[in-house]
Nanobody, 125 residues
Framework: QVQLVESGGGLVQAGDSLKVSCAASGRITNTFRGWFRQAPGKEREFVAAINWSGSRTLYADSVKGRFTISRDNTRSTVYLQMNSLKPEDTAVYYC???????????????????WGQGTQVTVSF
């Protein structure tokens, strides 16, 4: 069983930076990892993803050039560095992991098997 725990969320001002982390336990080898977010009244949406080796990343257009996803497999942890934050980035951020060995686009909810509980990111004007 895989468990994912997010940390690092908080309240920041527009233009600030924030880094959230997702630590995993369990069988996490050869998985791709992703970040999604959900704002009040909206559906959960894709933010960023990274494959096992870190050689391939994928970003939503809305965060491209501002957010960077990375991973440290020695710590089973994935990070999301968020720069130039905007009020519309306010949401609960969820990390996710695939089944080991799964091949997929990495950008869809259905590509992921395991989910964290989420961490709140609030960006004020």
């Amino acid at each position: 069983q895989v468990q994912l725990v997010e940390s690092g969320g908080g309240l920041v001002q527009a233009g600030d930076s924030l880094k959230v982390s997702c630590a995993a336990s369990g069988r996490i080898t050869n998985t791709f990892r992703g970040w999604f977010r959900q704002a009040p009244g909206k559906e959960r949406e894709f933010v960023a993803a990274i494959n096992w080796s870190g050689s391939r990343t994928l970003y939503a257009d809305s965060v491209k050039g501002r957010f960077t996803i990375s991973r440290d497999n020695t710590r089973s942890t994935v990070y999301l560095q968020m720069n130039s934050l905007k009020p519309e980035d306010t949401a609960v951020y969820y990390c996710a992991a695939s089944f080991p060995g799964r091949i997929a686009t990495m950008g869809a909810l259905g590509d992921y098997a395991y989910w964290g509980q989420g961490t709140q990111v609030t960006v004020s004007f």
